[in-house]
């Protein structure tokens, strides 16, 4: 998948040819890349790991987290998807997730092609404008959005929960530079043949997206899913809740029960895990490709 | 539609149809970023609770702030953060990214398994280490604490748990930014290392001298984005710490959120947060200047 750039030693024709040649020095530096590479996945995965064992445990408040023994148990993830509250925090959050992601997708779609293809005064000091955001601390506004959200009656609604969420600057930067890429010829070509700008919108720009549109999608849709301090500030009632949020919230306290717990924290990354199975490489290609280019 | 021959030499410029592109971000832009960001300024100097109204104090707010000693003990909590946590998440990330960009079998699941981490919200993340270090049940505070007798006192005492706790925001981020780094390797031409290692520059050599400045840009991105989340640090406060023991891992962000959502004052909170703005324009300036002044290699 990549090359040979990073270990400058292997680029030379030696690696090429490297496959089966029992060079003894190639040999050796596989070995620790292997090697390196366990211990760091170990350190990534292995909290992760604990707690989920320890969630298939039936343990009771207090006990020791004997990973050994004891038996397994489903017993903390049907209590609680089979309880009252966070079913409904995982409905809130996938309500949320769904509506960001979708409008996020189609505003930054829209004005990504305004400002890769149309010519228009002040374009260059409007997107600046945008794109300076991506610097600026969100506790500047934090307090003063709250304010105003709150004088509209949006506190504790989905409204309060979603729209701010939607002015971020990141989608539209994606979808301009992606958009420049696109011949000018090709929308010349549809203007002469009497499309209409929307037409050429949505029947030649739209679908050429694909690609940086699946990019925004994952990455909107797992930084909302994980998105923590405005819900936190909006959902009040405990119905309102996002599942960060209600986790976070609930288990300050967790020696009381530590099989619930460690079952939320495993509960909370499955969808996560589900995405990026599926999408892995608009997690692991797309997201730095477009969107992180100096 | 189509008869506008007129224009058609000038076919792009089309305000009418750029403002109704435009419209929907241009909305929600102004409502929740511009608007705020102006009120934010108005706010400082005002007095009041989200209750009841406000009123002009003048700078009251600024001097209460200049002699609150619990926002000089802030500050020096989320420096402290941001000391342990910026250089931390360069060096990790990009160490890993060299690591995994060289092409070994297996090395697409190492890299899928790094990702892990980065997929976890902070909230869950919170839960799963302070499982693991909690002396009575955790796996990790029985290996240091017991096995190895290191006595960490992990979240027990102030800087110490602050210092834990950005560890853990490195932990949480080095999937994510070893991809990003991973991308900016992989940018690099490969014909560069092949002429250095005619020249004789090799290994080290050759990631001093072609790798790190080649890689500037992605650099000084990683930079300004690890930068902004450590000066702004919250989540990962609410979720280990609270603040505590006592206030002493209070961070600017967890302050704020505490005079706005504890019966503060909103006006305080505000002056806090022009102030975490300067901070963060005087660091970004800063970033500009030591990059520009080795010249740009790149682009």
New interface residues.
Partial sequence: MSSTKVLPVSTTSVAQAGDRSPNPRLVRQRVTTHVLAILVSAVCTAPVLIVLIASLKPLSSFSSLSLTSGGWTLHNYTKLLTGDQLPRWVFNSLVVCVAVTALTVVIDLLAGFAFAKLKFRGRGVLFLLFISTLMLPFSITLVPTYLLVARYGMVDTYLGLILPLLSGPLGVYLMRQFIKGIPDALLEAARIDGASLPRIFLQIVAPLCAQPVAVLTVFTFVSTWNTFLWPLLIAQSDSMKTLTVGIATSNLQFEQDLGSTTAQAILSLVPMLILFVAFQRFFLRGITAGAFKG | ??IRHPR?R??????I???L??L???L??T???L???V??FV?VFQRGT?LRGFTFVGADNIVALARDSLFWLTLRNTLVYILVSVPLNIIVPLS?????????R????????????S??????T???????I?P????LYKLTNQVLGLHLPYLSRGTFAIVFVALIGV?SG??FYS??F???????P?DL??A??IDG???FR??RT??LPLL???M??VL?LVT?AA??V??II??MT?GGPGTSTYT??WY??QN??GGGS?GY??A???L??IV?LVI?GFYLRVTRTEGST??
């Fill in positions: 539609m189509a058609r000038r076919s792009n410029r089309s305000p149809a750029a403002s592109f435009l929907p971000k241009t929600l832009f409502a929740f970023v608007v705020p960001f009120y934010t706010l989200l890993i990214a060299l690591l995994i960009s060289t092409p070994i297996g090395m697409r699941v190492y890299r899928s398994l790094i990702y892990i981490p997929l976890l919200s902070i909230a869950a919170g839960l799963i280490w302070k499982v693991l909690d009575d049940i955790g796996p932990w080095l999937g991809i990003i991973m991308a900016g390797l992989n940018d690099i490969e290392y092949e250095a290692s520059a090799t290994g050759a990631f072609i790798t500037k840009p992605v000084q991105i300004v902004i000066i702004q919250f989540d609410y979720v609270q600017v962000m704020i959120y706005v959502f909103i909170a505000a806090m947060g022009v975490v703005l963060s970004s790149y682009e």
